[in-house]
């Protein structure tokens, strides 16, 4: 049998979740995706069934994901373009966005954010390839991207808060911000490592650092630091393999991976309280 993945003190396992890659959530619902099915899946906050909301077909799947003003937006990838989608919730008809060509054959869209007129996204790489990638914007109905920031170590993660725009670098700085008109980058937190995905409030960045199958497949950290910079602090670690984040008033959601062949746990959707920290 499996070992159980520690639930650490507050933290809730809310459902089994196979292959999920990137969360968002919206005053109900948590949606992410599923690149192995090309799917899209959601369910209610509370609990209860699992239910695709949205499909990809032929070699297209479903990467990053993210929710505003009754809308889901999702980056669907193939080896030759990249698409924005987008879906109002409760409908079945899906809208392209944008889309293009990478700017190199192994680049990636691998998260997205939206605000009143743009969708922010970042470019990474393939494992085995390079790891720079690029942090960009496109105006919704324009398709043109101009870039934020550009030549970025390994960025895995992207979020939105006033006026910045905030991502993780895995090789770099851990998470860094520029506005979102572009200029100057500066590191918000530079003492963790894995950093791969990335949500902020208020006052706090939130984040999940994944050291990844080959380092400890149990030493995953869900983490917190002042928006303006600081000290990164434990909300909860030992998670099996954590990917994606995202939080609402009172709790941050995430998502678990896991690795079944290694003997793990396939994976699980999880919650804590955004304000009590401790393993």
Not at 5 to 18: G, H, I, S
Not at 47 to 74: Q, S
Not at 199 to 218: A, I, K, M, R, Y
Request: proline share 6%.
């Amino acid at each position: 049998a499996s070992p159980a993945v520690p639930v650490p003190k507050n933290a809730q396992q809310l459902a089994e979740v196979f292959g999920g890659h990137r969360l968002t959530l919206n005053s109900s619902h948590l949606y992410w995706t599923t690149p192995s099915t090309r799917t899209v899946h959601g369910t209610p906050r509370k609990g209860g069934p699992v239910a695709v909301i949205a499909e990809e077909f032929g070699v297209n799947e479903p990467t990053a994901i993210t929710f505003r003003d009754g809308w889901l937006y999702w980056a669907a990838l193939n080896p030759k373009l990249y698409f924005v989608r987008r879906l109002a919730i409760g409908q079945k008809t899906q809208a392209t966005v944008t889309t293009g060509k990478p700017a190199a054959a192994e680049q990636t869209i691998v998260a997205i954010a939206v605000d009143d007129a743009s969708v922010y996204y970042v470019t990474g790489s393939a494992p085995g390839s390079s790891p720079i990638g690029q942090v960009r914007r496109v105006q919704v109905g324009d398709g043109t991207p101009i870039d934020i920031a550009i030549d970025q170590k390994q960025p895995t993660a992207i979020a939105l808060a006033g006026p910045h725009v905030y991502w993780t670098t895995r090789s770099g700085p851990a998470i860094q911000r520029a506005l979102k008109m572009g200029g100057e980058v500066a590191s918000v937190v530079v003492e963790t490592t894995g950093a791969v995905a990335l949500s902020v409030d208020q006052s706090h960045v939130f984040w999940c650092n994944e050291p990844g199958v080959t380092v400890d497949l149990q030493g995953g950290t869900i983490m917190r630091a002042q928006r303006g910079g600081g000290t990164a602090t434990i909300l909860a670690s030992g998670q099996d393999r954590p990917v994606a984040i995202a939080i609402d008033g009172s709790h941050v959601w995430w998502l678990n991976a896991g690795v079944a062949d290694k003997g793990l746990a396939e994976g699980a959707l999880m919650r804590h309280l955004k304000d009590v920290t401790g393993p």
